[in-house]
């Protein structure tokens, strides 16, 4: 079956979040008196949703009532300052419109809460996405294929006519739990080592590369 849409991760794949995301992980690490971590353990533990990112960036396990209020510091932090240091991939832009410009449909799926999600790619990209989601109240975070089946709906498209990217174990395990041809992409917070062990078989070392993939 032709390919018809392409659904992209955020973090990692579209947008390099890192720094902000760094700064605001340790913004909360330091208001609880815990030591700040590095841009590369920050690295490793995204993928998997902001809940999953503070556990493991905590040294030690915390009672519910104060992993609740370490996630309500982390996120206003983070709400106020996911643009300071976030900038597109070199070519992110380029593919997008590369994509529209041969009809097809694109969407982003993200791990990132769904409040962020929206008013990121709005920003960075403008008329160039036709549906953007993260976990909500009925949609699981990814590895669950939740998302897909929502934007699959929302587009128009089965799943045998998307193409899915994504640069993290977590989004490999999306693409083979909801049935869709999946690209991991080499550009982002994993190498290809760590994605091959997650059972990806095919890559793109580039936005650009993406292009290769798409069956028209």
Known sequence: MATRAVILDLDGTLLNT????????????????????????????????????????????????????????????????????????????????ALRARGLYTAVLSNKQDSAVRPLCAHYFPDLLDAATGPTADRRTKPAPDGVFYLAETLGVGTDEILYVGDSEADVQTGRNAGVRTVAALWGFRDRETLEKAGAVLFAKSPEEILDHIDI
């Open 18 to 97: 890192l720094e902000d995301l760094t700064d605001s992980v340790n913004h909360a690490l330091v208001q609880f008196g815990y030591p700040e971590r590095t841009l590369d353990e920050v690295r490793r533990f995204v993928g998997n949703g902001a809940r999953k990112l503070l556990e493991r960036a905590l040294p030690h396990e915390v009672s519910p009532q104060e992993f609740d209020a370490f996630y309500q510091c982390y996120d206003a932090y983070y709400k106020a300052h996911s643009e300071v240091k976030t900038k597109p991939y070199d070519g992110a832009v380029a593919l997008l419109r």
